[in-house]
């Protein structure tokens, strides 16, 4: 993958620090022209499923941005949150990803880790945004 085109992943478990983490992607992202990858690891598909939905709908409400990209995952979450960074231009994770689940990480792009210290500003919608649908 070209640098330009690499994306930004995002660890997403569904805490306050991931919301933010999310926000804050995709608008970096937006002014680099960069893809975001929301990658949520959980027990099953449909718990990861569960995560990721709460998590984008506290972030963006029912609008996505038209950059973002969700990718649910099963297993260990420092293995897959790890293998998807592979090609990445950037990891963020939450503060809660570094309580040992993500101690494990190997990544091979910069990594950011937010943390949550009071309520995010509202993300504006930005042309191109979809549906949450």
Do not use: Y
Not at 13 to 20: H, K
Not at 111 to 117: E, Q
């Amino acid at each position: 993958m070209s640098d330009h085109l690499a994306p930004i992943i995002v660890g997403v478990d569904g805490s306050p620090a991931s919301v933010d983490a999310l926000r804050w992607a995709t608008g970096i992202a937006a002014a680099q022209n960069r893809p975001v990858h929301a990658v949520t690891v959980g027990r099953s598909e449909t718990d990861a499923d569960g995560l990721s939905r709460s998590a984008l709908a506290s972030a963006f409400g029912d609008r996505l941005p038209s950059n973002l990209q969700v990718v649910l995952k099963t297993g260990s979450p420092s293995e897959q949150i790890g293998d998807a960074c592979r090609d990445a231009f950037m990891l963020i994770i939450g503060s809660r990803g570094t309580d040992g689940s993500m101690t494990d990480v190997r990544p091979f792009c910069p990594v950011v880790i937010m943390h949550h210290t009071h309520p995010a500003e509202p993300v504006q919608a930005r042309q191109g945004d979809r549906s949450a649908t």
